[in-house]
């Protein structure tokens, strides 16, 4: 469970950062998301999101289970914090994953966004531009020319300021993006030091299960 959520997330963070690179890997990724986002996709990734959720919400709920028992029982068992430390780090990892999904689809809508900004955008200057450069025309003509130009400026404009405000958007995710890998670099140390404990904790169950078979065969004897 805990390899395929950690190999999840790795694929999850290079899709992120393909998005940040002009690549033939972005565009790819980009046409393969916009081919899941049709049909049936959006109604599989739902499920497995939800899936993922119920998942969560079950470990959060055994660990909850765990803390109470331990709560009531007069000796810590080291098997439960064992039990505590594996659902801790599954639920992590899990919420972890949810949120690079978003993250993805957020990145993926606001690229798609800039991309259609700046195709409207790059048609309306051509289409100013010809009208511009028109040389027999008659006034009337003219006329109607110079006032759909008027018109089509403050549209240019707007596309201008909305595709300025999708930048800044973008490279606020970017920097989100940064900061959630240091944040699962934080998360894989975590895993290591968690491991090293469970470790510990099955040497130190081994240890008590031993001196306590040893104290019972004195016992018989």
């Known amino acids: 469970m805990l390899q395929l959520l950690y190999a999840v997330i790795f694929a999850q963070m290079f899709l992120i950062l393909s998005f940040l690179f002009k690549t ?18 959006p109604v599989v990734v739902k499920t497995v ?10 470990s959060l ?39 690079l999904a978003l993250m993805i689809d957020r990145l993926h ?5 800039l991309r259609l900004l700046r195709k409207a955008m790059e048609a309306a200057k051509k289409q100013s531009r010809s ?3 028109g040389k027999s025309v008659s006034a009337t003509e003219h006329k109607a020319l ?9 549209q240019i404009e707007k596309l201008e300021s909305e595709c300025e405000v999708k930048a800044r958007k973008a490279k ?5 993006v ?13 895993y290591d030091r968690l491991l090293a404990d469970n470790q510990n904790l099955r040497s130190q169950l081994q240890a008590i299960d031993h001196s306590s078979s040893h104290a019972v065969n004195k016992k018989t004897t």
Request: charged share 25%.
């Open 24 to 41: 033939p890997a972005r565009k790819l990724v980009i046409v393969t998301l916009d081919r899941v986002k049709r049909g049936r996709g």
């Open 49 to 58: 999101a939800a899936t993922l959720l119920v998942v969560l919400a079950s």
């Open 61 to 99: 709920y055994s660990i909850a289970k765990i803390q109470r028992r331990s709560l009531n029982a007069p000796v810590v068992n080291p098997t439960d914090q064992v039990l505590v430390s594996k659902h801790t780090l599954e639920a992590s990892l899990m919420g972890f994953v949810l949120f």
């Open 109 to 113: 809508h606001y690229i798609r966004e």
């Open 131 to 133: 009208f511009e450069d």
């Open 146 to 154: 110079v006032e759909e130009i008027s018109t089509l400026k403050p």
């Open 172 to 176: 606020a995710m970017e920097a989100e």
């Open 178 to 190: 940064e900061a959630l890998r240091k944040q699962s670099e934080g998360f894989l140390m975590e």
